[in-house]
């Protein structure tokens, strides 16, 4: 309306400039100027209209920008937040990657609070379990409120196996009968190693002590321990070894008494690292706790007493 206004006082100024009569009525050439002024004023006012749409545009068009700006920084923020999350979670599992030495601490912990508790392990011979231990029971406090209980699970090597085994010229791996002869002596030897410290705890008033080994037939692959039912150690026996020795004779040619060679084909693990799993941490560690005691359970209870084989031939 403003506009149109402005528009109309300057076209009637033009008549009264140029028709005498509309002059006369208007007072001469004074109202050109008016009209002139009329018309500077409508486009400035246009202008004016014109830079304040401008002016909108700009400030919708800035605010949709901030919008997008913020939404990115909102993005950023969650990916910072993800990488510094996944961070965290991979220094936390390798913190959890714990050595042979590290188990040996959380058995003196178990130790010395006391109470009832339990150890079990499976694994290749029992030696990384049996070792520390006898140590660490020859040194813990008095304590006759405590009760330690020891459950060692290892394979039963009086039957065939070709892993452990050896590995003849032609790169295949056969049994070793007499390889595994000397491994059932050396379970038999660590379990009387522990067996040993029932009465010497008993003794000292260092707390009761039971000592149990079973085995089953299997290849040794997977090393567990659990520290009653708050923690899980497991790990892989990562490490294979070749060598010569004196089992070499337990493969044979078809003729009597000669030997094609070979070399023993053994695992070791004895310092591999070792994944912790402890029950305060997280779901994941409580369930991955549940399924690993489930499983070392099942294979204990359908595992055979290792009295049942001692003074057993190998076959």
Known sequence: MTKVLLLVIFVIGLIAQFVKPVGDAFEGKAYLGGALLSLVGYVLYAEVQRLNTAHEAQREGTGALHIVARHLQEEVQRLNEEVRHLHEERLSRVQDLVTPDDLKAEFEKALEAGGNVRFSAMGFTGETFARPLERILEAIPENLERTLQLRVLVPDFTKPLEVPGLVGADGKVRDAPAFRQSLVQQIEGYEALLKRQVARMRHKHQGELTVEFRVMHMSPSLKLY??????????????????????????????????????????????????????????????????????????????????????????
């Open 226 to 315: 659990f520290i009653n039912d708050d923690q899980v150690f497991e790990g892989i026996y990562d490490k294979i070894e070749l060598r010569q020795g004196e089992y070499d004779s337990g493969i044979r040619t078809g003729r009597e008494g000669e030997s094609d060679g070979g070399q023993i084909l053994d695992l070791l693990g004895f310092d591999s690292l070792l994944t912790r799993w402890s029950w305060d941490d997280d779901q994941r560690s409580r369930d991955v706790i549940v399924r690993r005691q489930k499983l070392f359970n099942t294979f204990w209870e359908a595992a055979h007493d290792l009295s049942e084989i001692s003074g057993r031939s190998v076959r």
